[in-house]
């Protein structure tokens, strides 16, 4: 008879903090910062990746160059967050949205300016670069 495995039950709040290497795509955080939007080509296979990779997920190549984005999407989908998750709980409710861009890249971010009532799948919204109060650079969906 196989026993239930070992588990450790806690209640309390876990802190989180990663540094993420963004040396072979600090291209596109410094693109953000300038109002563009770009991300990895795959030199080897073709494959376009968002968000940038520093290897293609497809054919693993180190070998990559930087290729427009665009700013125009389709809106795929969307979800209003009302219960959020502990990271953002001085968060209001928030909706976050996935549009399609002009090269097929499909995008996740959240909205700004446009209650969950004014969105509507296939409609046209455009990427725009935001900067936080800390300097890091971030982006959003808006009407356009």
């Not at 389709?74 to 209001?92: A, G, I, M, N």
Request: positive net charge; aromatic residues 10%; contains cysteine.
């Amino acid at each position: 008879m196989e026993s239930e495995p070992l588990t450790l039950h806690s209640r309390k709040s876990l802190n989180l903090r990663y540094n993420v290497p963004i040396s072979k795509t600090s291209r596109f955080w410094d693109g953000l910062k300038e109002g563009k939007f770009v991300t990895t080509k795959c030199k080897s296979c073709g494959e376009v990746s968002f968000p940038p990779q520093a290897d293609c997920p497809k054919c693993m190549s180190g070998e990559a160059e930087w290729v427009d984005m665009g700013t125009d999407g389709e809106l795929l989908t969307f979800t209003y967050v009302q219960v959020t998750p502990t990271s953002f709980v001085e968060s209001d409710p928030y909706t976050v949205a996935v549009c399609r861009l002009p090269g097929g890249q499909k995008v996740l971010a959240w909205t700004e300016g446009l209650t969950r009532e004014q969105l509507k799948v296939g409609m046209k919204l455009r990427l725009e670069a935001r900067t936080r109060s800390e300097g890091s650079p971030y982006y959003v969906f808006v009407l356009r």
